[in-house]
């Protein structure tokens, strides 16, 4: 082959290196970002027991050690109907925690007739943040269509106080539906958060999205999906804290 023909053949290797590469889709940042932005949260249009649960924090949602000027206060995160759904037996709880001397937490759930279901003390690692509460495998799994109370108390001392700092929630298990069992099989993490919010799930929303969240905590599209999605439900507040691993 002659040197004419040589560079004849490698320009022409190269054009079709070229287009292949142009063909080839680019997985950038940008268009990850126009995939999972849309996580957002659509209430459940539904008719449900009238809210029992507690307001605010009390004892301001802190301790008597705790600095005087403490903000923002123990906060379960949930709408503020403290309200919300989810298709798991063994569902996640989510709440921040101010910086706090405490060395203990006590969480507790309680059934529709307000019998214990499960209760335990969570040691506090003096970290501050949006914690993740998981009712264990071994614990009985909540039922299907019924609604249950569930607490969150911060132990000042060695025992549970009137005043502790406490907050509340509730949680109904519902039935998953074939449609969205459909959906979530092969959806990444985060395809399925958009899929739990838009059908009106907020703990499973909530919940995926903290997990991502703390493996990934220095990605910012995710923490602007994560402030966007409280911010929706009113948990300006509590929106840019970090999640505790």
């Known amino acids: ?12 290797l190269v054009s079709v290196l070229w287009l292949q590469i142009l ?23 539904e008719d449900r027991p009238k809210n029992t649960v507690g307001g605010a924090s009390r004892n301001d949602g802190r301790c008597s050690q705790d600095p005087k000027n403490l903000q923002p206060y123990i906060t379960a995160v949930l709408p503020s109907d403290r309200y919300g759904l989810t298709v798991e037996s063994h569902p996640t709880f989510l709440v921040y925690l101010p910086p706090t001397v405490a060395q203990n937490a006590f969480f507790s759930i309680k059934d529709e007739n307000d019998r214990d279901h499960y209760q335990t003390f969570l040691p506090l690692t003096q970290k501050s943040g949006v914690m993740a509460i998981k009712l264990p495998a071994d614990a009985l799994p909540l039922e299907t269509n019924k609604t249950y109370k569930w607490s969150f108390v911060i132990m000042c001392d060695s025992s549970l106080r009137p005043d502790s700092p406490l907050v509340e929630g509730e949680i109904q298990r519902v039935e998953m539906n ?3 069992s459909s959906q979530l099989k092969g959806a990444t993490l985060i395809q399925q958060a ?23 905590p220095n990605d910012l599209e995710l923490a602007t999906i994560w402030e966007n999605l409280l911010t929706s439900v009113e948990l300006n507040a509590i929106a840019t804290q970090p999640l505790i691993k």
């Open 1 to 12: 082959m002659n040197l004419q023909k040589l560079v004849f053949s490698l320009t022409s």
């Open 178 to 180: 074939s449609s969205l």
């Open 194 to 216: 958009a899929l739990y919010g838009k059908a009106g799930l907020w703990y499973d929303t909530v919940a995926t999205l903290a997990e991502i969240g703390r493996s990934q």
């Open 23 to 45: 063909a080839t889709p680019v997985w950038s940042q940008t268009q990850q970002t126009s995939t999972i932005a849309s996580v957002s949260f659509e209430p459940p249009d």
